[in-house]
């Protein structure tokens, strides 16, 4: 079977520095994976590749079988790919309600002109939508009033508004509090049992990648290290002393 995301030996250089060393990895229909590593290890270089910011230097990278390598990033978009970077990109001037809308328009749009009076995605469903992005009864609130933690997900579930198949998020709980760490884990794993949307997640916070209980990639110099679940990367001798901050016993 065809994976839905599959990358061989991708790399990428700037000049002399080479940020992604043949990356290798390939991801299913519906599979959740965290990638995890040090600052500077090439995870959002790497998310940069996927998403059609940057085009590789060598190496092959397939969505659905299809070359994506070099593709624009609203093509790749286009293609079911959706990103939500480390900052919140939403529009705080707007209402909860109107910063939906704006995906929801930019699908429709490309229908043609009357594709944008027929934005039922969410339709009548649209409470239950908030709801399961943790926004439940705060539609017509301004953005811009939010919490930190709350416009991460509103930016989630601007995403998933897009109806992507695979979702890209850059560490979703930066900034958060302990509870809305937890939150998000939550709102994730409830996302993924509902919709069944695959997605890679870079992320710092171990407790939330443990609660995620999902694979885990590790990063470092560009490279994956290991691949593995929590109780096998977190043993992995290499992982505590350069990730982890332990050093291994002599």
């Known amino acids: 079977m065809t994976a839905l995301l599959e990358l061989d030996n991708v790399a990428k250089r700037f000049g002399g520095i080479e940020a992604v060393a043949g990356v290798s990895l390939a991801l299913g229909e519906g599979e ?14 790497l998310f940069n590749l996927i998403s059609g910011a940057f085009a590789p230097t060598s190496g092959a ?11 624009a990033t609203w093509r790749v978009a286009r293609l079911g790919i959706g990103r939500k970077f480390q900052v919140p990109g939403i529009y705080p001037e707007l209402t909860v309600r109107q910063n939906f809308d704006v995906p929801l328009f ?35 609130r301004p953005a811009g009033e939010l919490s930190h933690g709350e416009k991460q997900w509103l930016e989630i579930g601007m995403v998933l508004a897009s109806r ?18 937890e939150a998000t884990a939550d709102l994730l794993l409830d996302i ?32 994956i290290l290991c691949r593995g679940g ?6 992995n001798p290499e992982v505590r002393e350069a990730y982890l901050g332990e050093r291994a016993p002599c």
Request: proline share 3%.
């Open 192 to 223: 993924h049992k509902r919709t069944g949307i695959a997605a890679i997640v870079i992320e710092h916070d171990m407790g939330f990648v443990r609660r995620l209980g999902c694979p885990i990639a590790v990063m470092m110099r560009g490279a």
């Open 164 to 181: 992507p198949r695979l979702m890209l998020l850059d560490e979703p709980t930066a900034g958060m509090t302990m509870g809305e760490t």
């Open 61 to 71: 990278m397939r969505y659905e079988g299809r070359n994506i390598a070099g593709l």
């Open 106 to 140: 930019a699908k429709a749009g490309r229908r043609g002109l009357l594709g944008l009076f027929d934005r039922g995605e969410t339709g009548g469903n649209f409470g239950e939508f908030l709801a399961m992005v943790r926004l439940d009864g705060k539609a017509d």
């Open 32 to 45: 959740l994976l965290c990638i995890i590593g040090p600052n500077g290890c090439g995870k959002t270089t």
């Open 230 to 235: 929590y109780e096998e990367v977190s043993a």
